[in-house]
């Protein structure tokens, strides 16, 4: 009788794993770099440049993040291919939640390899990044991301990554809490899935209001929320031409 990949237990165990850590703390980490641009392009691209001065940055980008991420990709496309929802047949949330969660994830297989492509390698055709990748260019990292950013359709391709980032990040935690016994106890898991619930919908909202600031002063926030961005006098090249 044949073994599904999904069903084998450290295979499985690895893939919870490695979409919490390191990827979930290397998403955490992204969006609060993104905030700075909040704080204007001097922010961001300091910001940048303090990641770029991480020591062995290379070692830590191919085994702390490539790796785990082509994994945690690979395995999961494998368990959404093996998967039988029951949405239709069960209408219950977390059915839905399963659902939600091999969605986002086999979107974001494509999202976070355009992301990769596009601004860390500056590897795809007819884009503003092409050829001039935010690594390396520190200095530049804010005007390349804006440029890419004032195309509204990337814009909002983001901006959908960010949310499903936010949501399978999210709902991960809670299932590796459950699934790892950390979490025991229907109350207990309830009350968790409302926190990671919560957890998501603020991770979308700062990521989404970052991605905004490389377009508008402060993002989507009056600038009042940007004292320092008002107290430097930190100013953005081409205003009018924001959103």
């Known amino acids: 009788m044949s073994i599904k ?5 450290l295979l499985r165990k690895l893939h919870q794993i490695t979409g919490i850590v ?29 990641i ?4 062995y940055l290379l070692f830590v980008e191919v085994f ?7 994994f945690h990709s690979i395995y999961g496309i494998f368990i959404s291919a093996e998967a039988r929802p029951n949405g239709f047949d069960y209408n219950y949330g977390r059915n839905w939640f399963y659902i939600f969660q091999r969605a986002t994830g086999i979107f974001l297989f494509f999202f976070l390899l355009f992301h990769i492509l596009n601004l860390r390698f500056g590897a795809i055709p007819g884009l503003e990044s092409y050829g001039n990748p935010v690594a390396g260019n520190a200095t530049q990292a804010f005007d390349i991301v804006q440029a890419e950013f004032r195309n ?20 991960g935690i809670w299932l590796f809490a459950v699934d790892w016994g950390i979490v025991i106890g229907e109350k207990a898991q309830k009350y968790a899935l409302y926190a990671c619930i919560a957890l998501a919908a603020g991770l979308f909202a ?7 600031a490389f377009v508008r ?10 004292s320092e961005l008002e107290e430097n006098k930190i100013t953005q090249p081409n205003a009018p031409r924001r959103f």
């Open 64 to 70: 702390g993040i490539f790796l785990p991420l082509i």
């Open 206 to 212: 700062v990521g989404t209001n970052a991605a905004f």
């Open 22 to 50: 390191p990827l979930g703390a290397f998403f955490f980490v992204h969006i609060f770099t993104n905030s700075k641009a909040m704080s204007g392009e001097k922010a961001f691209n300091d910001a940048v440049g303090d």
């Open 152 to 171: 509204a359709g990337i814009l909002l391709f983001y901006i959908l990554g960010v949310a499903a980032t936010a949501w399978h990040l999210a709902y």
């Open 217 to 226: 002063p402060c993002g989507l926030l009056p600038q009042a929320f940007c």
């Open 52 to 55: 770029h001065h991480i020591p």
């Open 5 to 9: 990949l999904s069903k084998t237990f």
